[in-house]
């Protein structure tokens, strides 16, 4: 899933925070309302505006996040570590 056609970042839009095409709906609200419990059928139903494409998108996205803040504390952790031993 390419989800950088779908999750914009404007510095003007929700201050800075991903948003799902540029609309003031941003990836945390979907991810807070899967974690709520809502289904996809639910959050359809209540923002007719967003597509199930859309929420696959925000799930791409964190999911990267995720993938990206891991690898780079890891890195941050193994940097530590190497400077630790060093000094």
């Known amino acids: 899933m390419n989800y950088k056609d ?4 404007e510095p003007g839009r929700r201050g ?3 948003t799902i095409r540029g609309m003031r709906i941003t990836v945390y ?3 807070k ?9 639910k959050i359809l139903s ?3 505006e967003l597509t199930k494409e859309d929420l ?5 996205f964190a999911s990267e996040r995720e993938r990206f803040l891991t690898i780079a ?3 941050i952790t ?4 190497h400077f630790a031993q060093a000094g």
């Open 29 to 31: 609200d979907v991810l």
């Open 16 to 18: 800075g925070q991903p």
């Open 56 to 60: 696959r998108a925000v799930l791409s």
């Open 78 to 81: 193994l940097g530590s570590k």
């Open 46 to 48: 209540d923002f007719p």
């Open 73 to 75: 504390n890891h890195e």
């Open 33 to 41: 309302m899967f974690a709520s419990g809502m289904t996809e059928k």
């Open 6 to 9: 779908i999750i914009t970042i």
